[in-house]
């Protein structure tokens, strides 16, 4: 896979109470990522990134609601989310990949 493309794919992390329940108890990190990523481009700039291995995959996408700005109608815009399981013994810190990829 390009390289460059998998740089791109992960757009950011996602930080909710669910996501982080579903990381202390699950070790199951979750990213938002572009939306027409496969889940092995997906596992390949987890790893290539972050430098973990993981075991599995799984995507969904939430379609972006309609709302009204007064007289105005206007659609949020779809998000893909996935949620990444990690290879028992794995752990991914985000705020010590944050710092590395600040000093690069």
């Known amino acids: 896979m390009n390289q460059e493309r998998l740089m791109k ?30 889940k092995s481009e997906i596992k390949a700039a987890v790893e290539l990134l972050f430098g973990v291995q ?5 995507t969904t996408t939430t379609k972006g609601k309609v709302k009204r700005f007064g007289r105005t109608v206007g659609r949020r815009s779809d998000v893909k989310k996935a949620y990444v399981s990690l ?13 590395v990829a600040d000093k690069e």
């Open 9 to 38: 794919v992960i757009l950011a992390p996602v930080v909710s109470e669910k996501s982080n329940l579903l990381a202390e108890k699950r070790n199951q990190m979750t990213f938002k990522v572009l939306p027409d990523s496969t």
């Open 87 to 99: 290879v028992e013994g794995q752990e991914l810190d985000l705020e010590a990949a944050a710092a």
């Open 54 to 58: 993981v075991a599995s995959v799984t």
